[in-house]
Nanobody
Framework: QVQLVESGGGSVQAGGSLRLSCAAPGYRYDTYCMGWFRQAPGKAREGIAVIDSDGDTAYAESMKDRFTISGDKAKNTLYLEMNDLKPEDTATYYC????????????????WGQGTQVTVS
């Protein structure tokens, strides 16, 4: 199983920004997808953005204006830049990885990090 480790969460005031990181070992397949997801208390886990091994990205419609996903293959690290944060963005944020095809639905992913908490007040 692939070990993913998120970092960069914290507490921030509304309107602020955070940059999350996800450290991942080199994936064992040539084509893969990595994504960011979040889960607020009492709510289902939801997809934020995904990026494939070619660098193509996809976003949940409600996230694309404020969130940016990127990856650094040399560092085996995935990033999520979050701007203009709102209290409703408070959640645990997870990165995940899967083979070949990208999906924004979390149920398609097998490899997950432990999550990093983001609190917006």
């Amino acid at each position: 199983q692939v070990q993913l480790v998120e970092s960069g969460g914290g507490s921030v005031q509304a309107g602020g920004s955070l940059r999350l990181s996800c450290a991942a070992p080199g994936y064992r397949y040539d084509t893969y997808c990595m994504g960011w997801f979040r889960q607020a208390p009492g709510k289902a886990r939801e997809g934020i953005a995904v990026i494939d091994s070619d660098g193509d990205t996809a976003y949940a419609e409600s996230m694309k204006d404020r969130f940016t996903i990127s990856g650094d293959k040399a560092k085996n690290t995935l990033y999520l830049e979050m701007n203009d944060l709102k209290p409703e963005d408070t959640a645990t944020y997870y990165c995940a990885q899967r083979r070949v095809v990208c999906y924004l639905k979390p149920e398609y992913y097998d490899d997950w990090g432990q999550g990093t908490q983001v609190t917006v007040s």
